[in-house]
């Protein structure tokens, strides 16, 4: 299971429109991926900017990048996606209850 830490990492890293808008193109292409200049000619946006974007990707665990001859191919992490999913609705619906020690 995924801990606070890693949880708050990956959630900041897609709380931004343009890594965002990068995770969900990465999401669609699946595991074939796509290298940078793939993905600025689907998003429009220059190497060095989506370059910006994927290392924060890529810290957060969130994206993984291969090296196939001069192409960087970039690649969801599902496993990472499916735990930070998994970490905000683990305890979904099993109610919440006011005890002393969280009144103080």
């Known amino acids: 299971m995924m801990d606070h830490t890693t949880a ?3 959630l900041a890293a897609l709380g931004h429109d343009t890594r965002l808008t990068i ?3 990465l999401v669609r292409a699946g595991n074939d ?3 940078i200049g793939e993905i600025g000619q689907h998003l429009e946006m220059a190497a060095s900017t989506l370059a910006y974007h994927l290392k924060t990707l890529v810290d957060a665990g969130l994206v993984t ?3 196939q001859g001069r192409q960087i191919v970039n690649r969801v992490d599902y496993d990472v996606m ?3 999913v ?3 609705t683990s305890e ?3 109610g919440v209850k006011l005890t ?5």
């Open 65 to 67: 990048q291969e090296r």
């Open 100 to 104: 002393q020690e969280d009144a103080a």
């Open 8 to 10: 708050a990492l990956s």
């Open 92 to 94: 979904c619906c099993a």
């Open 82 to 84: 499916h735990q930070t």
């Open 33 to 35: 991926g796509l290298n």
């Open 23 to 25: 995770f969900r193109l």
């Open 86 to 88: 998994s970490f905000l």
